[in-house]
């Protein structure tokens, strides 16, 4: 079956650096996702990655590892708006994307 | 700036009602979706579109139905409520089929089945 994991929650301070592993195994790949869900809001676009190596937007970053089905986000000299779920999606040979539970991030003063 | 927007944020409905949740999006886009998003659980693909009048079933479509009569509409229907089908139910859009694109979401509604 096809499958997404991410860790449920984590902690972390403010300014600090934070790491989000993604790890799936689908049928197929057609690249992966990264959205913020902010509490009772909708999810919004954060990054994709198709072929392997570090993409850096700003604060965020995102990395891929095909041979390893793995993906991390990390963000950077985190804020307090940063405290939201991330969610990780994989989209499969049938251009079906694929969702992690998401990754809900708590920032502390 | 893409816009999908749904309904209702919030709606309570009983038990064995018909309800219907509407989602619209401005951007012309060929794709629409409807999941459903629930603690612990990763979004459910419910039901997809490619076009007008064309539906598709996701991975959870039982109890469901949907309309496309229009582009930019895309309509979820729920032929008779039941409590296992409370959730957060959220619509998006993509611009193309079969093509690796990003989906914009409505803000989503908290529909409670009581």
């Known amino acids: 079956g096809q499958n997404i994991d991410q860790p449920t929650e984590m902690t972390a301070t403010e300014g600090a650096i934070v790491q989000i592993n993604c790890t799936y195994q689908t049928s197929g790949f057609n690249g992966l996702f990264w959205y913020q869900q902010h509490a009772g809001e909708a999810p919004t676009f954060l990054s994709y990655?198709?072929l392997d190596g570090l993409e850096e937007k700003g604060r965020f970053s995102s990395f891929l590892s095909r041979s390893k089905g793995y993906s991390y986000l990390l963000l950077k000299e985190l804020q307090m708006k940063d405290s939201a779920s991330y969610l990780c999606?994989?989209?499969?040979?049938?251009?079906?994307?694929?969702w992690g539970a998401g990754t809900k991030l708590i920032i502390k003063p | 700036d893409v816009k999908v927007t749904q309904s209702s944020r919030y709606l309570v409905k009983r038990t064995g009602e018909k309800v219907f949740l509407e989602c619209v999006q401005d951007?012309?886009?060929?794709?629409m979706f409807w999941y459903r998003q629930d603690p612990g659980l990763g979004l459910r693909l419910i039901y997809f579109?490619?076009?007008?009048?064309?539906?598709e079933k996701g991975d959870i479509p039982e109890g469901y139905s949907v309309s496309r009569e229009k582009k930019e509409r895309f309509s979820l229907i729920l032929e008779s409520a039941s409590t296992n089908q409370t959730s957060m139910y959220l619509c998006a859009s993509s611009w193309a089929a079969h093509v690796t694109d990003t989906q914009y979401f409505g803000p989503g509604t908290r529909l409670t089945v009581l």
């Open positions: 999606a994989v989209m499969d040979s049938n251009y079906q994307l694929i």
């Open positions: 951007m012309d886009h060929e794709n």
């Open positions: 579109s490619y076009d007008v009048k064309m539906k």
């Open positions: 990655n198709v």
